[in-house]
């Protein structure tokens, strides 16, 4: 309206005596701002009403503070043809806004024009039935509602019920939904896709069977695949138009729809069919993070997709019970060893037989130590006893071979080896360590004689150049990858750059040589089996350790070659590899993240 108009206008008002400050009574204010009904349902405060002018801002206020209530104008015929008024543009409202409490909140109204302002006290139906709501009065604002309601609820629905479906082109959103999986055993739903429009469309996923999941607490990233198509039609305004949900309440079935609403008519953008949500944990991890292409992004939408992991993780380790276990001895076991030599396979055995040439040179582990391999592979179940079998002939050293039937991850596969220890003493162990020389074992076990405090001790391990690969973990903050991460000091130095030359006490060891007391173990409840793969297990377990009063030492005076990561590396590499990596990580910090700050002992001002 022009200021000529608004100036007629407010002449007109004030002939009509209404030209002044409405006083807290609110005698006159009623004629200049309306209220036709205010209710308070499902948290939601809900206002609808008109006004004289669209110059007039309305707000909710209670308790003197601002609610952020959102306004929504609409066109109002009516009043304008019973106020003799040039038109009814804008001089509807209706608000939406969340609201715990229903008490003391008004309505107030200040004319931009004139300068007049005033309050309403609103009278609120609280809880009241869905037909005694006036949504027509409402506009635009009863859709808005659906951000703020869980989708699915009898609002929703009805919500939705009310809004007219267009067939015409979207003018004012684009985007498709790429993958969308459902795991009915484990109730949840995984969706990945882009979107883009305007930003106070309200977007959803929603089935034939009228279920939904809305997208408005989706998170958002860079899409580049979808910037480099559509870049010329839209110059870059929507960068952040990738959208992942990972809903572990959820579930959709058969084909599903995209769909968005702005105003109160809704568009069907896309379509697909649901999958079924494979078992893996690591196919879940691959296909809602893959198309995440800015690093720094990946630890965001980590962060979304862990609780499904765990739920999957969680679901698979309940299964372990129903598998059988077998145990095959190869040459009789110690009946009163020391240690319990705790060695995990997965994807390759040829290194055991490189372990047992070495093993056979040690008199002291031959006569106090027993070895156990867990095969946590069912691919190598099969064939894996006979290569035992000619390696027990050959090299004359005695061994147990245990298999679960199903990949247990690193954390399981040694806590199945802890099971059928006899040992007071456990000592884990990959699959591609090799100690340099005899005598190497003899040391971890006195340091947990003598030392009462030590829960857990490694040795140093070497690359096979001689380089240093372990010499003690300490944790460190990853800005351009948003996570604490696990690092190794002094990684790829000459060992004579090791500042350490005797038994010390460190933040964290390797789990890829350990040696801690049975009693300890059983004590914390061994490894936690939460993670995926293998990522994080040992310092998280150096983390349980010491949150029961034990501390964690290296011993330098040990060393040992690792090769590293042999088993992972036929899991995952490249991208898969980080992106595992850093959903562990996030999973890592959500149990241990203020005994991370501790560790680092950052200051206040670097704090991430």
Not at 25 to 41: D, F, N, P, S
Not at 138 to 162: E, H, I, T, Y
Not at 354 to 362: G, H
Not at 564 to 586: C, H, K, M, P, W
Request: proline residues 5%.
């Amino acid at each position: 309206m022009s200021d000529s108009t608004g100036s007629g206008l407010q002449g007109g008002l004030r002939a009509m005596g209404l030209g002044r400050r409405a006083d807290a009574g609110g005698g006159t204010q009623a004629r200049v701002v309306h209220v036709e009904g205010a209710w308070h349902i499902q948290g939601l405060l809900l206002v609808a009403g008109w006004r004289l002018s669209p110059h007039i801002a309305v707000r909710l206020v209670a308790g003197g503070t601002d609610l952020q209530a959102e306004v929504h104008t609409l066109d109002r015929g009516d009043v304008a043809a019973s106020r003799s008024l040039p038109s009814g543009n804008g001089l509807g409202f209706g608000m939406v806004c969340l609201a715990a409490q229903a008490r003391g909140v008004e309505l107030a109204w200040k004319d931009a024009v004139s300068g007049n302002s005033g309050v309403i006290a609103l009278e609120l139906q609280v809880d009241p039935p869905l037909e005694r709501i006036n949504f027509p009065a409402l506009g635009d604002a009863g859709a808005a509602c659906l951000k703020f309601l869980p989708p699915n609820s009898p609002v929703w629905q009805m919500l939705l019920a009310r809004a007219s479906a267009s067939t015409d082109v979207c003018g004012f959103a684009r985007g498709s939904v790429d993958y969308c999986a459902t795991s009915e055993p484990a109730g949840c739903t995984l969706l990945n896709g882009w979107f883009f429009g305007e930003p106070d469309a309200l977007v959803w996923v929603e089935d034939a069977r009228g279920t939904a999941v809305a997208l408005h607490g989706a998170r958002r990233y860079f899409r580049s695949d979808v910037q480099q198509e559509l870049a010329a039609d839209y110059a870059g305004a929507w960068s952040d138009t990738g959208f992942l949900v990972a809903d572990t309440t959820t579930r959709l079935h058969g084909e599903v729809y995209l769909k968005a609403m702005f105003g109160s008519r809704i568009h069907i953008l896309s379509k697909t069919r649901v999958k079924v949500m494979p078992d893996s944990a690591l196919e879940i991890v691959r296909a809602a993070l893959e198309p995440v292409s800015r690093q720094s992004e990946i630890r965001h939408c980590a962060e979304t997709i862990a609780p499904l992991v765990s739920t999957l993780i969680s679901r698979d380790r309940a299964q372990w019970a129903r598998s059988t276990e077998h145990v095959i001895e190869f040459g009789p076991r110690a009946a009163s060893p020391r240690v319990s030599l705790v060695v995990p396979l997965f994807g390759r055995t040829d290194f055991v037989e490189l372990q047992l040439m070495a093993f056979a040179r040690d008199p002291w582990l031959r006569e106090h130590a027993e070895i156990l391999y867990v095969v946590d592979d069912p691919r190598l179940e099969a064939d894996f006893p006979r290569q035992a079998s000619e390696h027990h002939l050959l090299h004359g050293v005695d061994f147990c071979v245990i298999s679960g039937g199903r990949n247990r991850g690193f954390s399981g596969a040694n806590n199945l080896g802890a099971a059928h220890a006899r040992a007071p003493l456990l000592l884990f162990m990959n699959s591609d360590v090799f100690p340099k020389a005899p005598g190497w074992l003899e040391p971890l076990v006195q340091t947990l004689d003598t030392h009462a405090d030590i829960g857990a001790v490694a040795p140093r391990l070497v690359y096979p150049d001689g380089s240093i690969q372990h010499a003690g973990m300490v944790f460190r903050w990853r800005p351009d990858l948003h996570v604490w991460t696990n690092d190794h000091p002094g990684m790829g130095f000459a060992v004579g750059l090791d500042p350490y030359r005797e038994l010390t006490r460190v933040p964290a060891v390797t789990g890829a040589c350990l040696a801690m007391r049975r009693a300890d173990f059983d004590r914390i409840g061994g490894w936690h089996t939460g993670y995926l793969i293998g990522d994080f297990e040992d310092s998280d377990l150096c983390f349980t350790l010491r949150e029961a009063g034990l501390h964690i030492a290296y011993e330098p005076g040990v060393e040992l070659i690792h090769l590293e990561r042999q088993s992972f590396q036929s899991i995952a590499s490249g991208d898969l590899r980080l992106r595992v990596t850093l959903v562990n990580a996030v999973i890592h910090e959500h149990r241990w993240r203020a005994q991370l700050d501790a560790s680092a002992g950052l200051q206040q001002d670097s704090q991430p």
